[in-house]
T-cell receptor
Framework: DGGITQSPKYLFRKEGQNVTLSCEQN?????MYWYRQDPGQGLRLIYY???????QKGDIAEGYSVSREKKESFPLTVTSAQKNPTAFYLC????????????FGPGTRLTVL | KNQVEQSPQSLIILEGKNCTLQ??????????LRWYKQDTGRGPVSLTI?????NTKSNGRYTATLDADTKQSSLHITASQLSDSASYIC??????????????FGKGTKLSVKP
């Protein structure tokens, strides 16, 4: 059963703590993306990766970090430097190339207590 | 500035009725436009994609139109069902380089279908 999965679905964090969101895909896609979604706003790109061991900052990368050690996995770490981390985080993947459809995971809702 | 504006912000209709959602974009140069459906608490799922040369495209009860001259798109839903309750997101893709595809997301229209 092919697809893109994110875990956990809900995540709670205390202020000052780092937390890592998981994103895995078995679609054999080269490209992977992380977006942030806030109420009343469009999706905003945090980081993206076109190939293993390479990634680029998106529009709102400050306070976040990523790694791409495997083709299937693109974890996102929300660091304590992110001032307003409470949001819905979406991971996506696509065939490599700027114009291919991005397939989205189910999302992780992060709440900072 | 590249932007995508959607209207209305929210919409309530009765089951069985039709509705039309609007999307205006100022992305230039323009590559394509996609409509996504996003159920509450879930990831978006693509409904249709259109390039600048396409005027209309259907996917079941969903019909999207595109006017590249006026930079407007619409999504028409026919004979609405309760399961159509969701947010509908318009996404325009620019054609100005960059390996991440230059996607510009609208804020979405939240549709509620009532019995």
């Amino acid at each position: 059963d092919g697809g893109i999965t994110q875990s956990p679905k809900y995540l709670f964090r205390k202020e000052g703590q780092n937390v890592t969101l998981s994103c895995e895909q078995n679609l054999n896609h080269d490209a992977m993306y992380w977006y942030r979604q806030d109420p009343g706003q469009g999706l905003r790109l945090i980081y993206y990766s076109q190939i293993v061991n390479d990634f680029q900052k998106g529009d709102i990368a400050e306070g976040y970090s990523v790694s791409r050690e495997k083709k299937e996995s693109f974890p996102l770490t929300v660091t304590s430097a992110q001032k307003n981390p409470t949001a819905f985080y979406l991971c996506a993947s696509s065939i490599r190339g700027a114009y291919n459809e991005q397939f989205f995971g189910p999302g992780t809702r992060l709440t900072v207590l | 500035k590249n932007q995508v504006e959607q209207s209305p912000q929210s919409l309530i209709i009765l089951e069985g009725k039709n509705c039309t959602l609007q999307c205006n974009y100022t992305v230039s140069p323009f590559s394509n436009l996609r409509w996504y459906k996003q159920d509450t608490g879930r990831g978006p799922v693509s409904l249709t994609i259109m390039t600048f040369s396409e005027n209309t495209k259907s996917n079941g009860r969903y019909t999207a139109t595109l006017d590249a001259d006026t930079k407007q798109s619409s999504l028409h839903i026919t004979a609405s069902q309760l399961s159509d309750s969701a947010s509908y997101i318009c996404v325009a893709r620019g054609n100005y380089g960059g390996s991440q595809g230059n996607l510009i997301f609208g804020k979405g229209t939240k549709l509620s279908v009532k019995p």
